[in-house]
């Protein structure tokens, strides 16, 4: 039977999604969804105990967008390349997706239409979006400020220099630092800081060694971890640390690969862990090593699976990490997805998932899942990884018009709260 969830039960009328404009409570609770008649669930092909369900898609196709989970358990979906209308754009359409229904509605427009760009949740639950490629292909120095209590986006002040393909991380005194990209002809980008009191954008002090595609992670101390990117052609292994309090880059141990185009994310340990990328050679690599911020050295980890450059690499909530697509040594998207446990450095697949996908991302909910967006080309798609298994669903499997639906409840109790960057890598650095 084919199901569709509703959300009903105790805080009044049930919420089905969220319409342009429409005034959004971030204390409000999710009421426990359960199954009506209808619906578009559609199982996929992986083990029963880490399945991977399909959901309601966006109505974009989009590739190189921003995904940022909000405080109250949405996800708000921004920009990127669609190609679902039969030919490149990207859409100025922002959409939201709502865990209770497992379902997304549009709620808002760009001011300007961008992909590749950056998207930080500011300390008010507004997103910063800046820079990206336009339509044309050209780097922006533009940005923006959505708020999704009104879904209106309006633009604050201009990059220092047009960027895309920079790491954004949001510092504990409410800024933004961004870093690496790259600029007009592909010229290297350096780092700059947005200021949200005062909405500006000014230099970093100090530079970091090289530039393109870095990974960057914020460290448990506020501090900032900058590895990999390149310079002169070739990826570095080279790494910094930058202080917000001195607003200097420091370099610490150097990866024991070069790498650009990899993916980093914040253990729960407090190191850091750096998936896959690009080697001296722009081949991608088939590794993933950790940094220790006691010792301020890299240490390899594990041997991946399967060799990954644009991954997305996603903290669960028993502390290993989920490894999704990505792209392949020939550059084509691929479907397999791994979960690697830092405690043990072993890597083990865990499945295929229905599509290839490449500039897709991915984001952990509240309750646990994981959220994974686009990175298809043609099909505007989305899906929930849920490490317990709670979310399987098949044809054949018959649920009771009022019975609960296991995990569709959001989680709201602290310990299952992820700080704004604790989802790791939204994107793809």
């Known amino acids: 039977m084919v199901i569709v969830l509703s959300a009903i039960g105790g805080l009044g009328s049930p919420q089905t999604g969220y319409s342009e404009g ?32 399909a959901v309601g898609g966006p109505a974009e196709a989009r590739i190189d967008h921003t995904a940022t989970l909000l405080p109250d358990g949405r996800v708000v979906v921004v920009g990127g390349v669609s190609t679902s209308r039969g030919s490149a754009i990207a859409p100025t359409s922002i959409e939201t997706y709502d865990p209770v229904t497992r379902s997304f509605s549009k709620t808002g427009y760009l001011v300007t239409g961008r992909s590749d760009h950056t998207a930080t949740l500011l300390a008010d639950g507004t997103i910063l979006i800046a820079g990206g490629k336009a339509v044309g292909g050209f780097p922006l120095d533009s940005a923006e400020i959505y708020d999704p209590k009104t879904g209106t986006s309006r633009a604050t002040g201009s990059m220092t220099s047009p960027t895309y393909s920079a790491s954004a991380v949001a510092l504990d005194d409410g800024r933004v630092l961004l870093v690496g990209g790259y600029g007009n002809g592909d010229v290297p980008a350096g780092a700059e800081l947005y200021d949200p009191a005062k909405g500006t954008f000014g230099p970093a002090g100090g530079t970091y060694p090289g530039s393109g595609q870095v990974s960057a992670a914020k460290l448990d101390d506020g501090r900032v971890l900058v590895a990999g990117g390149y310079v002169s052609g070739e990826a570095l292994d080279s ?17 024991l690969e070069a790498r650009r185009q990899a993916t980093s994310c914040l253990l729960a340990s ?102 994974l967006v686009g990175g298809s080309e043609s099909t505007a798609d989305a899906a929930v990884y849920d490490p317990s298994g709670r979310l399987v669903s098949s044809p054949s499997a018959s649920l009771a018009p009022e019975s609960p639906s296991p995990g569709a409840s959001v989680a709201t109790d602290a310990s299952s709260s992820p700080s704004p960057d604790a989802s790791a890598a939204t994107s793809p650095s």
């Open 22 to 53: 429409t005034a959004i409570d971030f204390g409000n609770q999710y009421p426990v969804a359960q199954a009506t008649t209808e619906s578009t669930f559609v199982p996929v092909a992986f083990p029963s105990i880490d399945p991977l369900v």
């Open 239 to 255: 790494a910094a640390i930058y202080d917000p309090a001195s607003d200097e880059f420091q370099l610490t141990g150097s990866m």
């Open 270 to 371: 407090g190191q850091v862990l750096i998936v896959g990328g690009t080697d001296l050679w722009q081949m991608p690599s088939s590794t993933a090593e950790m940094f220790d911020p006691a010792s301020g050295a890299f240490m390899k980890l594990a041997q991946l699976d399967d060799v990954r450059m644009f991954s997305t690499a996603t903290v669960l909530l028993d502390g290993s990490v989920l490894i999704a697509g990505g792209t392949d040594s020939s550059g084509a998207p691929i479907a397999t997805v791994e979960r690697l446990d830092p405690t043990t450095g072993i890597s083990t697949p865990v499945g295929t998932m229905a599509l290839p996908r490449a500039g897709h991302t991915a984001t952990r909910l509240l309750d646990g899942t994981v959220l």
